[in-house]
């Protein structure tokens, strides 16, 4: 089975300032990888998917970047934050040979101040 | 595009009794997936049952199960025997499969709390 594996679980930082979250998974080949946001008290929102290196579609026009250096890493980026970038990041990933169900990762808690 | 509604934002239940979230979704596909997905405390998402459309026979995972009514659009989770772990945000969501995408769609949430 499949690990996916998010640092940092915890990031302060002030705005204008940048910002690299890191996604990598273990256990499968050429997964699909998606990056969510939740905010507070509300559901997960698509910002990103990935299905191959250097293949990034996006879903939303915002301030945040995304890229697939290996195939089972996936990079969340921006080079000046927002307050509206304050969230809670979730990285998931559907294996090879099991496209219908996404595991996710735990998760990293974004405060911009 | 595909829409997922949860309409009941917050429930409670006592331990060891059973609870029912609702949820709908709105679709013009024939052959899609359904999911109920937890979020402890902790926030890490949970996978706690799936549903394949063109099955209809309801999925069920120990003691969960699901009431899947595909020409209601209705995707409800019933958990048997509540525990306190089990306490939680619960979301449904909707995958249209093919193509290379599977993106999920998920509904607002339900917060369940299991009282003692």
């Known amino acids: 089975s499949q690990t996916i594996h998010q640092w940092p679980a915890t990031l302060v930082q002030p705005v204008g300032s940048p910002l690299s979250l890191e996604c990598t998974v273990e256990?499968?080949?050429?997964?699909?990888l998606y990056w969510y946001r939740q905010a507070a008290g509300r559901g997960l929102q698509l910002l990103f998917y990935?299905?191959?290196?250097?293949?990034i579609s996006s879903e939303v026009p915002q301030n945040l970047s995304a890229s697939r250096p290996q195939d089972r890493q996936f990079i969340l980026s921006s080079k000046k934050l927002l307050l509206s970038d304050s969230g809670f990041y979730l990285c998931?990933?559907?294996?090879?040979?099991?496209?219908?169900?996404?595991?996710f990762g735990a998760g990293t808690r974004l405060s911009v101040l | 595009a595909q829409t997922v509604t949860q309409s009941q934002p917050e429930m409670s239940v006592q331990e060891a009794e059973t609870v029912t979230l609702s949820c709908t979704y709105d679709?013009?596909?024939?052959?899609?997936?359904l999911f109920w997905y937890k979020q402890p405390p902790s926030r890490q998402m949970i996978l706690v049952i799936r549903?394949?459309?063109?099955?209809?026979q309801n999925a069920t995972e120990n003691r969960f199960s699901v009431n899947f009514q595909k020409a209601a659009k209705s995707f409800s989770l019933k958990i048997s025997d509540s525990q306190l772990g089990d306490t939680a945000m619960y979301f449904c969501?909707?995958?249209?499969?093919?193509?290379?995408?599977?993106?999920?769609?998920f509904g607002k949430g339900t917060l369940l709390t299991v009282n003692p």
């Open positions: 679709t013009s596909e024939n052959n899609y997936y």
């Open positions: 969501a909707f995958m249209k499969p093919g193509g290379s995408n599977y993106k999920l769609t």
């Open positions: 990935s299905v191959g290196i250097g293949q």
């Open positions: 549903q394949e459309a063109y099955k209809q």
């Open positions: 998931a990933s559907t294996p090879q040979g099991s496209r219908n169900i996404q595991y």
């Open positions: 256990g499968t080949s050429n997964p699909n």
